[in-house]
């Protein structure tokens, strides 16, 4: 009977802000409030037209720093591209062809295949 209230209890208690933000995820508010990282020029940059104009371009180069995945991501797009670059030449005449025949067209190719029953 206890513990069926209290489980109650704790459910509801995570609909409340206040216990949510303090009790429940406090370490991770602690740190996000106390340990966060600085924006690169870039970044404060592209924040500023935002807030100023609603709107701001940047480039991912520009926006990413070294130590993010971005360099590695587009190496593994890039060897994926030319892995696939007669299949994609094919998809593209396709595509090209078909703009006469109907309206609409396919926008995306799957890279991994199509989904079943698809």
């Given at each position: 009977?206890?513990l ?13 802000e206040f216990?949510f ?16 990282h600085?924006?690169s ?9 935002l807030?100023r104009?609603?709107?701001a371009?940047?480039?991912a180069?520009?926006?990413l720093?070294q130590?993010s995945?971005y360099?590695e991501?587009t190496e593994?797009v890039?060897?994926?591209?030319r892995k ?9 005449a396709?595509?090209h062809?078909?703009d ?8 995306s190719?799957?890279?991994?295949g199509?989904?079943p029953g698809?």
């Amino acid at each position: 009977m206890a513990l069926t209230i209290l489980r109650k209890l704790a459910r509801t208690s995570r609909s409340f802000e206040f216990t949510f933000r303090y009790l429940y995820n406090f370490m991770p508010t602690w740190a996000y409030k106390f340990d966060r990282h600085p924006l690169s020029v870039e970044a404060v940059r592209v924040l500023e037209d935002l807030n100023r104009d609603g709107v701001a371009m940047t480039s991912a180069g520009a926006l990413l720093t070294q130590d993010s995945c971005y360099h590695e991501l587009t190496e593994t797009v890039g060897g994926l591209e030319r892995k696939l670059a007669e299949h994609l030449g094919a998809a593209r005449a396709a595509a090209h062809d078909s703009d006469r025949d109907r309206p609409e067209k396919e926008l995306s190719l799957p890279a991994f295949g199509r989904a079943p029953g698809a």
